[in-house]
């Protein structure tokens, strides 16, 4: 079949070939991959008559984007159905396109890091001016970058940013960002009529040194009616940042702070547009935004993801839907949209690598396809309505025959999980609403193997477990990493085993359930490696910290987490002993409690927990700085009344968000168990992290929660794979109290969660 269809997918119309292995929208342009030659710099433009103009440029080994750069012009007069080569210009790289007093202007550069250079059509865009002198439209002679960058219109003034490509250093480093602006009623060829900016370049410093540079920056008004210049940053370890530059009323004058002027901002290392709706009085963007089970790769070429997003302020940027999306990021992109309001529609242009009968794209950032879209109703559109969904359906190896499958998508009750206000609590942050803490540990099946010893070749089983969870009313599963499974040797984490945290990242984002992590894990001796137990204390800890830093790369822009545990059941040796053994306490053939220390060599106990807590919350902090971060401990004022909190002291607490401790309460002993719950109370929220039946009843156990609630926020019990009309009398005694105490949790969700 070779004609073209309209496709519906929730809302998104896109005219999408029936061709085989076309990409998603309408092929403006194609450039095999075999001829190296490349298509960029995507722009878009609408006449007064209803036309569309789109274009690109040529770049890559066998094109002269070197010397005298090609740009195509290519034209629509069916909305975008359809589409016809208009014109070629010979000197053109980089162009934005825009419409100014009925005339069409292509604003970029002569070539690769050429002249900046200003082109008009009077015709439509069937022929166009020759930059030949000052007069004539060159602007500014020497070395210059841009892209197809948006151009605004503020206070008489036309506004447009570039950059400079004569700094020190190469890519990215180079480049100095700067404004150009002119009257509005200006001859824009005469580059008299240009005024410029004082030029800024990159501090190797800023962003704790990982800065590369900013590049392609959005000329925008702000909301009180300043214009500032928004630039893509490049931030490598997450890639989720942009830069603001202020630019004075005039134009002539640029400044910008490092302390305030890096915004968050998904996909910031990367090109986007920024455009203003006085209907929505929001700003609009597409981004590559890193999907969570990419998070990982080099975020700068992780472009298979596009991401509807807004703004109130040009601060807070939300993702309102992913519109498109292919689960490979090595040769498939949708890079560098161009994009404009048309009603309640966006109509895009975009630099597409994909799969054609040639063998495909050469990778993800040489481009094959010029491709249009039409993004409808784009102001209701809500992250169900996206097309995220391939991520699951691709990862778990159901058949999909199209990348923009429908389906339930990220769950749109996922936000990310803050303290109150008050730090007393914890909310949901899309509405400040409460959000109580309900679940389970899920840290080993019914036959004692660890998640990770069966997560390879029994995924299924892993998803059902949470849809299980899930009906049983909880909101929260805690999970119990290994060091065995996660480093592969003191400064080498192992890809595989994050990549399978990633997918059970997916399936925790598609099912609402919010994940603990727990880390640090040695739960079965035999499988520590002996180079880890072999390591000094010093060492133990940085290999520690990089654990958690290849952690928080993975799951950081995921709503789905809701905190770090950094080690389960941590201890520290006595004031004057000198332990050989970094685990103890066997139960059940396992090592839940860990030493941090062998030897507090005339250390406090306080000093050496505020250290080792210090360390690996400043690992995590490098990554990410959204997700909460505590420590699950023994609660030894329950175990010893005289004794007070060592992790929960006041000196050790300071980078932990709130309290976890492990309660199992002892029939007869409830009040001693709330008195002991009270010591761990220091004005954070507390989370009863593991709880369960198993020095009483189930409902002691119940009544003890409930009168908790004066103290607790939240409480996380054990679920081992087993639903509980699973659970017979063959499971003997065992059995039959987890299956009556699952049985309790189910009854109590709601009166828990209401």
Known sequence: MRNKTIVFIFGLSFYISAVSAAPPGVAIHYSPAADKI???????????NGTYLAKCDEFGTGSVEHKKAVTLVFRSTDRGKSWQKLARIDG????????????????????????TVILRSVDNGKTWTTPKDINTGLLLEGKYHTAPVPVVIHKDRIWRAMEDAMGPGGWGSRYRAFMMSAPVDADLLLADSWTCSNRLGRNAKWLEGKFGGWLEGNAVVTPDGGIVNILRADYRPVGGKAAVIQVSSDGKKASFDSETGFIDFPGGCKKFTIRYDKTSQKYWTLSNAVLPRHVGSNPERTRNAVALMSSPDLQTWTINCIILYHPDTKKHGFQYPDWLFEGDDIITAIRTAYDDKRGGAHNQHDANFLTFHRIKNFRQLKLKDSTAGALLEEKTGRKTTNSLVPSTGISSTMSLIQLSPNQRNFIYSKDNSCFTPWGFNYDHDADGLLLEDYWEKEWSRVEADFREMKELGANVVRIHLQVSKFMLAPDKPNPAALNKLEDLITVAEHTGLYLDITGLGCYHKKEVPPWYDKLSEKNRWEVQARFWEAIARTCTQSPAIFCYDLMNEPVLPGADTKETEWLLGEFGGKHFVQRISLDLAGRSRQQVAREWVNCLTAAIRKYDRRHLITVGVIPWVFVFPKAKPLFYSRDVAEHLDFVSVHFY?????????????????????????????????????????????ETAQGWISFYWGKKIDEYTNDDGIAGAITKEWLTVFKEMSFEILK
Do not use: Q
């Open 665 to 709: 309460p002892k029939t007869g002993e409830s009040d001693k168990a709330l008195t002991a719950l009270k010591a761990y109370d220091i004005g954070k929220p507390i989370v009863v992290e593991e709880m369960f039946p198993l020095k009483c009843s189930s409902r002691e156990l119940r009544k003890f929660i409930l009168a908790s609630r």
């Open 38 to 48: 490349y298509l960029g710099s995507p722009g878009i433009a609408k006449l007064s």
């Open 92 to 115: 053109l790289f980089w162009a934005s396109i825009f419409v100014h007093k009925n005339n069409v202007y292509l604003f970029g550069t002569d070539k690769h890091h050429g002249n």
